[in-house]
């Protein structure tokens, strides 16, 4: 794909687009106006299907249902200029209603598809929740300004009173769907950008176009959004980043999502739309809606308690995952070094109470660092995964013989070293534990272990440093096996505390 090319037109359609659209607008309302906003109309709708076929994205289904959208709304657009300057004749209700009634559909069909394509299954609970909160303060004010009106307007006409909710309802439905695909997470594309630009103009033109008819007013100055937003639909099927458009969240991680300042002050604006515009009727004398703000106040205080609720959740979840980190290793998933030198001393203010044996043993994987130099640093760390499993495995199938009245306790105390505390089990029984687990090493390699009982007496570093020394003696004696430590000495040696070197 020639992405020069597409960088061109795409340059070139901006610049004749926005030239066409302000020569449109500074023409007397006319037919001549008329045929040239339809030409542009048109002449966008041809670029949008152009960007589609040329670049084929992913999600081509919600491209194509933007595309019939927006070919509604020009062909109502036409429809309304034959009328006009051509038949002299203003019918009402025409087939162009139910052109512009039937765009809304598809174009917010097409925002459904791209929310679909960019979440890929995953929930996103915060995210449904930020659209309602936006989509109920626009519907107050689309009743207020637009909708209530419309229908004081209509009187008895039931046809008029449909039409003055369908068209004020389909913006909702839009803005709804709109503000749904801004608060998923995923590309933020240029296109993304031109395309959200696009059906922001078409929501602005729109709703003033409907003011301006409920008020008499005169309605030529919607031309000019309304022209933009064509070009901008254009602009985003003709940027090359249309195809990322859909592009899904990166990782599960994504999902909830993220609470910016700048969206924290959206929500609050959003939240206050209610009793502000309760305040405005007020200070300007005018007839309050009570019931509508009443309503709405509730179903916005509700979904922002949901909102926090779901904050809370999100934290408390962030939380745990940062207290599990804390206490277990990365790699292996086991117990670390802090949490394991704080087991050692619950298991001996408990072994000292229950008059219960304590042991400790020490394994360290044989000639690690040669396995890591032959065949990498990736499949060191494999073996070390494989390793803790194959030996969290063998405790949990030795656990009928451990008993409910013992513990065990496997942790990563660094590198290739592993600790294994044992609860109620006396020196020979802890040797023989250990010694089933060697068997279970798995990729042909073997460990060397040290087991020390401890005396009651001994500090937790004492204590590790007798089964260390024990399993130094094990290295020196030519690996691949279990050694007990020797009972300790009457003295202790403060030194023994600080753990030996080993290859």
């Known amino acids: 794909m020639d992405t020069s090319r597409g960088g061109t ?4 359609h901006l610049a004749v687009g926005t030239l066409l659209t302000l020569v449109c607008c500074a023409l007397p309302d006319t037919g001549w106006r008329s045929v040239l906003y339809s030409t542009v109309s048109f002449a966008c709708l041809g670029l949008l299907v152009v960007g589609i076929r040329r670049h084929r994205p992913r999600a081509s289904a919600g491209w194509w249902l933007i595309a ?3 070919g509604l709304w020009s062909t109502a657009d036409l429809l309304w200029g034959v009328w006009t300057w051509i038949l002299d004749i203003d019918p009402f209700p025409s087939p162009a209603d139910a052109l512009y009634l039937t765009s809304y559909l598809f174009m917010a069909g097409g925002f459904a598809r791209f929310v679909r394509a960019r979440r890929r299954g995953q929930g996103d609970r915060e995210g449904v929740i930020d659209s309602l909160i936006f989509t109920v303060g626009f519907v107050l004010l689309s009743w207020v300004l637009l909708m209530r009106p419309g229908l004081e307007l209509a009187g008895s006409s039931t046809v008029a009173g449909a039409l003055a909710a369908a068209y004020p309802l389909g913006d909702v439905l839009l803005l709804a769907l709109l503000v749904r695909m801004l ?23 729109d709703c003033g176009y409907q003011y301006a008819v409920m008020r008499d007013l005169p309605d030529s100055f919607v031309d000019l959004p309304f022209l933009l937003a064509y070009v901008c639909f254009a602009a985003a099927a003709l940027h090359p980043s249309m195809r990322q458009l859909t592009d899904p969240v990166a990782a599960a991680d994504e999902t909830d999502t993220r609470f910016t300042r700048r969206r924290l002050v959206a929500l609050t604006l959003a939240s206050l739309l209610s009793p502000g515009t309760l305040l405005v009727q007020l200070a300007l004398g005018v007839r309050p809606e009570a019931w509508a703000v009443a309503s709405t106040s509730v179903v916005l205080f509700l979904l922002v308690v949901a909102r926090m609720s779901g904050l809370l959740r999100h934290l408390e979840q962030q939380a745990s995952r940062l207290a599990d980190m804390a206490r277990t290793d990365a790699l292996t998933g086991l117990p670390n070094r802090r949490t394991s030198d704080a087991e050692l001393e619950r298991m001996q203010t408990r072994a000292r109470a229950e008059g219960s044996p304590l ?20 499949a060191g760390d494999s073996l070390l995964v494989q390793s803790a499993t194959a030996w969290r495995a063998g405790l949990e199938a030795a656990r009928a013989a451990i008993g409910p009245d013992r513990a065990a306790m496997l942790g990563r105390w660094g590198g290739e070293e592993f600790v294994l505390l044992l609860l109620g089990h006396d020196l020979d029984g802890a040797v023989a534990l250990v010694e089933g687990l060697r068997e279970r090493t798995p990729a042909g390699q073997t460990f060397s272990a040290g087991v020390a009982s401890w005396s009651g007496l001994e500090s937790p570093a004492e204590l590790f440093a007798r089964a260390d020394a024990a399993l130094y003696a094990a290295k020196e004696g030519g690996r691949d096996r279990v050694v007990p430590a020797a009972a300790p000495s009457p003295v202790s040696d403060d030194a023994a505390g600080t753990p030996v070197s080993r290859g």
Do not use: M
């Open 9 to 12: 037109l795409f340059r070139l």
């Open 68 to 70: 019939a959208g927006v």
């Open 183 to 205: 608060t998923t997470t995923g590309a933020r594309t240029a296109a993304f950008r031109w395309l959200a630009a696009a059906t922001g103009l078409l929501l602005v033109a």
């Open 359 to 378: 042991c400790v043993a020490v394994l360290d994987l044989d000639r690690f660092k040669s396995f890591n130099d032959t065949f990498g640093h990736q």
